[in-house]
């Protein structure tokens, strides 16, 4: 499951942006807040959140996942407390990566869960940014991700595209081994939405060749279907 959950259902900015606005990204070139992610170094936001996060979870007591997937049309936390910790995480060639908040998150919340919680699994998913290459930085063994690069590929593997080695392949480094990865899949004609792009025989040898390599599931964005 790695559904677009955090400031859409779990920390409905509907509910607590107007309210709770240094919740919220900060960005700092307009010096406002944008509502689809959050500060994660806001202490009272990541209470609230975990508040929510538990209310889930005992409103489904069989629940083996939990998604805190980052909005559409989202920007990073820009603020001095948030930056820090992207600074923290830097690459050996001095590349920061604002994604890495999301990891950072999805730990958090995956550490205060995992003894209450030892068979859920809480997942993150990026949206083809650059991953760190920090060795410091690795998932919690109860946190999942999901990868989607927004690339258009009709049905071949996600990682025959440009930004695979930034996005896929840091995301499997970071990762244990037996938790996996998730794929977000666009199929769809984008070019022309009503037009079927035939993928059928490829889509086959594509879900093989994902089961061979450990991807773990796979959700497909086509026209009008799953």
Not at 75 to 99: M, Q, W
Request: proline share 6%; aromatic share 12%.
């Amino acid at each position: 499951s790695i559904q677009q959950t955090v400031c859409m259902s779990i920390l409905p900015k509907k509910k607590w942006f107007a309210s709770n606005p240094e919740w919220f990204a900060f960005n700092a070139i307009k010096k406002t807040r944008n509502p689809h992610w959050v500060c994660i170094s806001n202490p009272e936001m990541f209470e609230q959140l975990c508040k929510d996060v538990e209310s889930r979870l005992k409103a489904n007591p069989n629940a083996k996942e939990i998604p805190l997937g980052i909005d559409d049309a989202y920007t990073f936390c820009e603020c001095d407390k948030c930056l820090e910790i992207v600074k923290s995480y830097r690459d050996e060639d001095g590349s920061e990566h604002p994604a890495l908040q999301a990891v950072i998150l999805v730990n958090r919340v995956g550490e205060r869960f995992a003894k209450d919680y030892p068979n859920v699994r809480f997942n993150l998913l990026a949206y083809g940014d650059t991953l760190p290459q920090n060795p410091k930085l690795k998932f919690a063994p109860n946190v999942g991700a999901g990868v989607a690069e927004l690339w258009r590929n009709h049905c071949l593997s996600a990682d025959n595209n440009e930004r695979s080695e930034a996005a896929l392949a840091r995301l499997h480094n970071l990762i244990p081994e037996k938790t996996g990865i998730f794929i977000w899949d666009y199929l769809a004609n984008f070019e022309d939405y009503l037009i079927p792009f035939p993928n059928h025989y490829i889509l086959g040898q594509t879900m093989r060749y994902y089961k061979r390599v450990g991807v773990k599931g796979l959700f497909t964005q086509m026209q009008w279907t799953r």
